[in-house]
């Protein structure tokens, strides 16, 4: 199947410093790759939606300031916690589907660990 | 009410038993059914999308039914590395916004 890579894997820093997490699909061309976040015994849940080329959709309660989304080409989507805070900690999930074919299938980054200090 | 409403869990069963997780919708709309699997620690991963007219791979079969709209997952035979938390997917539209169950929680012991 496709693949898509998250980098960093895990990242610690202090609090009030920004993070950066890129989500690359390897192997195919991604317009449109979302954002999830999941916290401990918690399942998924959706943060935004980013569109190569265009503005990205956040879910309502996300601020789209402080969580900013950029999709600058169609291998590459990037997701920038800004000001980070001890809340914020979290894993963070990008996925992708390859829109070359019919398939619904979305493949996942392996996310990215984020601990807020 | 969440849009995607799993068994609470968690299952425990023994190596060979069948388990079975159930999982409802509440949008009629929803287009799109899958269940993936997460390890600790780990990304989803699919583990197979889901028919009305039900579908079957190895020793997993799901189901579901729109009228009730809901979905199973039965695993057959269980094996040790079936443990894992098992999520119930749902679509509402065809450009691939996921909505996830809280997940059931499997531990098949020896």
């Known amino acids: 199947g496709a693949v898509v890579s998250q980098h960093p894997s895990w990242v610690i820093c202090k609090s009030g410093t920004s993070v950066k997490i890129e989500c690359r699909s390897l192997?195919?061309?991604?317009?449109?790759m979302f954002w999830y976040r999941q916290f401990p015994k918690q399942s998924l849940m959706l943060m935004a939606t980013?569109?190569?080329?265009?503005?990205?959709?956040?879910e309502q309660g996300v601020e789209k300031d402080k969580f900013l989304i950029n999709h600058a080409s169609l291998t590459l989507s990037t997701l920038t916690v800004t000001s980070a805070h001890p809340e914020d900690s979290s894993f963070y999930i990008c996925?992708?589907?390859?829109?070359?074919?019919?398939?619904?299938?979305?493949?996942f980054g392996p996310g990215t660990r984020l601990l807020v200090l | 009410r969440k849009e995607v409403e799993q068994d609470p869990g968690p299952f425990n069963v023994p190596e060979g038993a069948t388990v079975a997780f159930n999982c409802t919708y509440s949008?009629?709309?929803?287009?799109?059914f899958f269940w993936y699997r997460q390890d600790c620690r780990k990304e989803p991963k699919l583990l197979m999308s889901?028919?009305?007219s039900g579908n079957e791979d190895g020793r997993f079969t799901a189901q579901l039914n729109r009228a009730s709209q809901y979905i199973s997952l039965l695993i057959r035979d269980s094996k040790l590395s079936d443990s894992a938390t098992y999520l119930c997917?749902?679509?509402?539209?065809?450009?691939?916004?996921?909505?996830f169950g809280q997940g059931t929680i499997l531990t098949v012991h020896p």
């Open positions: 996925s992708a589907r390859d829109w070359a074919t019919w398939e619904e299938t979305q493949y």
């Open positions: 997917v749902v679509t509402r539209t065809s450009y691939g916004k996921l909505t």
């Open positions: 192997d195919f061309q991604a317009t449109t």
């Open positions: 889901v028919y009305s």
């Open positions: 980013s569109n190569e080329g265009s503005k990205a959709t956040y």
């Open positions: 949008n009629s709309a929803s287009q799109s």
